[in-house]
């Protein structure tokens, strides 16, 4: 097992929402207000955690964070967006997780899922390492 990615294995993705992101210099926060489904030792989710931000560390030699995140929206075709406008999209309510994917090859993460009428797919790479903390909704 990959150890950047050993910590996201306690915890289940499918079915929660991510409530925003936050971009900064060599940092994803991602955040999760109704939390993560924590994993009991057989791999099943069992409940809901508190608040949840997990923050991402990109390699340092990246330009830009945002050259590592790619953003994808279906519909009657399939168009990239930039994450301004992905960042825009949660005014309107939070971003569904029907899926999320680990790539060890390039340390990458993608979470499958939407918002309200929109499919999108968004996977960050050049990962480095993880990091998740609970927190409080009042505080963010």
Known sequence: MNEI????????FHDT?????????????????????ILDKNGKETILSDPISLVLNIKSYVNSV???????????????????????QFKNGPFSVAMNYIGVF???????????????????DEIDSISISRYSKRSN
């Open 5 to 12: 990615f050993k910590e996201l294995f306690k915890y289940g």
């Open 17 to 37: 929402e991510i409530t925003n992101i936050f971009i900064d210099r060599f940092e994803v926060k991602i955040n999760f207000d109704n939390g993560l489904y």
């Open 66 to 88: 945002e050259n590592c995140i790619e953003i994808r929206e279906f519909g009657k075709k399939t168009a990239y967006i930039d994450f301004k406008k992905f960042q825009k």
């Open 106 to 124: 390039n340390n990458s993460i993608l979470f499958d899922g939407g918002f309200l009428g929109k499919q999108i797919i968004f996977s960050i």
